[in-house]
């Protein structure tokens, strides 16, 4: 589990009541309606802020992100990071996955055994996806990475199974349970890679305003 505090892990009314598009007096209202109880503190838990969007009609889109770039030091994990702990927050369910075998995503939220179980032994049929998924924060788990990922291309390349398809097989197993999947990768063209492409509703590509990150973004959108 991570170690942030639970108000770190929380939105206000003024944050709901701008996503709602209403007064954070209104949205007081209806949260005490829905949350049957008198709210003393500004701040709205995960499930909470989740009963009171549904209460509104919204509904939580499922879709599985990746972010992706060929160049390394684009931000690509501090950007799932902060996009899927943002979204948890609104009450979604969150999956991340980490396929990087640096790993960054995962200590960044708070997991440093490299015993457990990684990506690799599920394509190596070792452990089952569930066996992999780890509880981090309600409305938020994780598959881990670790060294171990990094046979994974060397793998798939030499299996007889269609690799293409290596994440997406896998995550239909577990995709109804989450709101927003998202996938961090490694900085390659790939087949772990292109196997996360197969599996994505969208795909993100973080450039930096720089020369080097703009002819590796031309390559990877070429590749895509």
Known sequence: MSSLAPQEFCITL???A???EKT???VKKQAEKVLNKKLKSPWLLPEEVRKVVLAEGYKYPQKVVSIQMLKGGV???TSVL???LRAAMYGARVLFIDLDQQANLSFALGVEDESLPVWVDVVEKKKTVDECVRFIEPHVDLIPSSLNNSVLDRFLMNSNRNW???VKTPLEKIRHRYDLILIDTAPALSAINTAVTVASDE???P????MFAFLRSEEHTSEL
């Open 203 to 205: 795909v993100i590509l």
């Open 14 to 16: 003024s944050d709901l």
């Open 82 to 84: 902060n996009m899927g």
């Open 18 to 20: 701008a996503f709602l």
């Open 164 to 166: 293409a398809l290596a």
């Open 75 to 77: 931000a690509k994990t």
């Open 207 to 210: 450039v930096n305003p720089d």
């Open 24 to 26: 954070p007096a209104e």
